[in-house]
């Protein structure tokens, strides 16, 4: 049982460039989302799902796309990287099923883009 | 106005000192997070509270639902829970997050 894995821990990019930051959970847990962390402004959501099929927006979705093919994977797309998508990036995983309910976060992924 | 507000946003106790953080929050929810991440380090769950109180060791998580409340208090302090502490609410089928508290103990 590996929890959440958050894969890659660091990333320079390019503006312009695009990459996928993927996150990847073997607990069967139907929520998964993406948040970005900015100094001063807390965990922010971009995407979140409830299972799969099924994404919506969340607070700052712009230049981000996801998908949600399997219940196990949620990678997020940045189709064309611009200066303000610098951050750490968090994967959040949880079931809302279970009673213990608990919260599970991948390591974090730093994106640099220049 | 943000859904989630905590307070302080900074704390600076001396080591041995009881510490309280507070979350309030202006939805209705079906449960209340508690997180800590250490500088430079990942993000890990303390408490899931839907109700009452709960504790582990030196925390004590307590929730009051009517007053949209909940408190993290640290009791006997020591400088290794100098982290943020992150309270989280999950209304609807979304996580909503505070800003965080910088708790910083002092030996």
């Known amino acids: 049982n590996a929890g959440v894995t958050q894969t890659p821990k660091f990333q320079v990019l390019k503006t312009g460039q695009s990459m996928t930051l993927q996150c990847a959970q073997d607990?069967?847990?139907?929520?998964m989302s993406w948040y970005r962390q900015d100094p001063g402004m807390g965990l922010r959501l971009i995407h979140y799902s409830v299972g799969a099929g099924i994404t919506d927006q969340g607070e700052v979705p712009n230049g981000y796309n996801v998908s949600r093919s399997t219940t196990e994977d949620f990678p997020l797309r940045l189709l064309s990287a611009a200066p303000s998508q610098t951050s750490v990036y968090f994967c959040a995983t949880l079931s809302f099923r279970q009673t213990t309910g608990e919260l599970f976060f991948g390591e974090g992924s730093r994106l640099t883009v220049l | 106005k943000n859904e989630v507000e905590q307070s302080p946003q900074n704390l600076t106790a001396q080591e041995g000192e009881f510490i309280t953080i507070n979350c309030s929050y202006s939805?209705?929810?079906?449960?209340l997070h508690w997180l800590q991440q250490h500088p430079g380090g990942g993000i890990v769950s303390l408490f899931m509270?839907?109700?009452g109180k709960k504790k582990h060791g030196r925390l004590i998580a307590t929730i009051n639902i009517q007053e949209k409340h909940s408190s993290l208090h640290i009791t006997a302090s020591h400088p290794r829970d100098s982290a943020v502490y992150i309270c989280?609410?999950?209304?609807?089928?979304?996580?909503?997050f505070g800003a965080g508290t910088i708790l910083r103990v002092k030996s």
């Open positions: 509270l839907s109700s």
């Open positions: 607990m069967n847990h139907e929520y």
């Open positions: 939805v209705g929810i079906s449960a």
């Open positions: 989280a609410v999950e209304y609807g089928n979304k996580l909503v």
